[in-house]
């Protein structure tokens, strides 16, 4: 589903409580073609505020390098409704109108991306793993059509378990909760070892895209007959992200100490620690690879960029309503604090 940023921004004023969308509204008509970006989505903002943050840095870092939407870019929106398999269609939308450059930050959108284009640029305004994954041949050189921002996911799914055992080191068998997807693979793989240096016992439970609610439950029900005294998630796929509040509710059922990726409002909803990367340094800084290309640079020579910055978010007012005590040491190294 393609629509314009103009009656993106229309919706939005209508109705805060608006869901359902029209069909489709191309780009906007313009005497001189204005440069075309577009931009992946799972979620309307309104849909899911938890995105809105991240959607905003990413077009205030447009608007500062002085892409006005309708006035100097043409900014066409494509979303999946949390649906991976629509990224298809709307990858093969974007090259049919064509766009001259495409920004996404799902592994799954960008993978949809790739297969329907091999000259259209990309940017990751987060992107996980992407060497690994095969999107580019190395971080310096990427060698394709993909470049952006990188995140290491699997180094800090492993620093979220860490975080567990050192905030709670009574912590002794731990359920991994993420995707079924190649970049929850490997973060899956990181923090299993980790697991296992750390002497922890741990399960693996996975969320697909088929049935992720009936996945869930069966996931959590396995979670408790495991007696698991604490839960770490390792991924934010468009499935996990979108089932957070029953993730976030079932952790504190069980009086679980839990930790999570802070994109996604797991924290915000009432998680106990967050751990990631600065999200929205990524996706505001993710708007100068835009730029770049659209003043010419090729997306196979323009050195994809490592976040090198992170947040540690504790949520104090869950930790009171758990019974739970975090370490002044922990509390100290937080970039914020929920009271």
Known sequence: MLRSRRAFLGMAA?????????SCVGASTNAKRLPRLG??????????????????????GLRELGYDDGQTIDLVW??????????????????????????ASAAVAQRAAIRATSSIPIVMTLGADPVEQGLAKSLARPGGNVTGMASLTSVTAVKRLELMKEAFPSVTRVAL?????????????????????????????????????????RALELATKQSVDALVVLSVSAQVSALRKQIVAYA?????????????????????????????????????????????ARAAELPIEQ???????????????LGLTIPASLLARATRVIQ
Not at 39 to 60: G, N, W
Not at 192 to 205: C, G, H, M, T, Y
């Open 307 to 321: 976040i090198t910055t992170f947040d540690l978010v504790v949520n104090l007012k869950t930790a009171r309503e």
């Open 177 to 217: 909760l993420g995707g079924a997807d190649p970049a929850s693979a490997i973060q899956f793989s990181a923090a299993e070892a980790a697991a296992r240096a750390l002497r922890l016992d741990f399960i693996r439970l996975e969320i697909g895209p088929t049935d992720p609610s009936g996945e869930l439950e």
């Open 252 to 296: 504190a059922s069980r009086r679980l100490p839990a930790a999570y990726p802070n994109t996604g409002g797991f924290v915000d909803d009432g998680g106990l620690l967050g751990y990631s990367e600065s999200a929205l340094y990524s996706f505001h800084r993710a708007a100068s690879f835009v730029d770049r290309i659209l003043r010419g």
């Open 14 to 22: 209508a109705s805060a409580g608006a869901v359902a969308l029209s």
């Open 78 to 103: 494509g979303q999946s409704e949390g649906q991976d398999d629509r990224w298809d269609t709307v990858a093969s939308e974007f090259v049919r109108m064509p766009v001259d450059v495409m920004a």
């Open 39 to 60: 931009y992946f989505v799972t979620y309307h903002p309104i849909r899911d505020p938890a995105l809105a943050p991240l959607v905003e840095a990413f077009l205030t």
